[in-house]
C-alpha cells in the first residue's frame, strides 16, 4: 500500500468513526487486509485525527466524534491486553475539551484550554518515542 493510499485509508476510516463508529470487530478485518495489527490501525487512526486537529485541518466536533467513534476499540484492546497508546490518551484529550468545567470564564473554549494543549504533548511526544 503506498502512503497516499495509506492516508486515504486513515481518512475514509475517521469518516466512518465519527458517523457510524468503529468496533474491534469492524478494525480486525481492516487491519488483516492492511497487514497491521488492530492495536497499531487504532493508533494510527487516533494519530491521523490529532494531527489533523493540530494542523487545524480538522475541526474539534468531528476529532472528537471520531474519538468517540472509536472508543468501544480503544477499550476493547486494553481489555484483551496492552493498552492502545497514544489512542487512550488522544480520546482522553478531546473527551476533556466537550465540556467547560466550574470556575472557567464563560467565553473559554473548553477545545483550546483543554484538548489542544493536551495533543500538542501527545504528539510531541509520539514523535519523541519514534526518534
Do not use: W
Not at 476499540?73 to 490518551?89: H, I, K, N, Y
Amino acid at each position: 500500500m503506498t502512503t497516499s493510499e495509506s492516508k486515504a485509508e486513515l481518512r475514509r476510516l475517521m469518516l466512518e468513526a465519527a458517523e457510524t463508529g468503529l468496533s474491534i470487530n469492524d478494525i480486525e478485518p481492516i487491519g488483516t487486509r492492511l497487514g497491521i495489527a488492530p492495536r497499531q490501525l487504532v493508533n494510527e487512526l487516533a494519530l491521523a485525527v490529532a494531527n489533523g486537529f493540530n494542523a487545524m485541518t480538522l475541526d474539534f466536533d468531528f476529532c472528537s466524534q471520531a474519538m468517540n467513534g472509536l472508543e468501544g476499540a480503544v477499550v476493547q484492546l486494553a481489555v484483551d491486553g496492552e493498552t492502545p497508546e497514544p489512542a487512550l490518551s488522544i480520546y482522553l484529550a478531546f473527551d476533556a475539551g466537550e465540556f467547560k468545567r466550574s470556575g472557567d470564564p464563560i467565553d473559554v473554549c473548553p477545545a483550546e484550554k483543554y484538548t489542544r494543549p493536551m495533543i500538542e504533548r501527545i504528539l510531541l511526544e509520539h514523535k519523541n518515542d519514534r526518534s
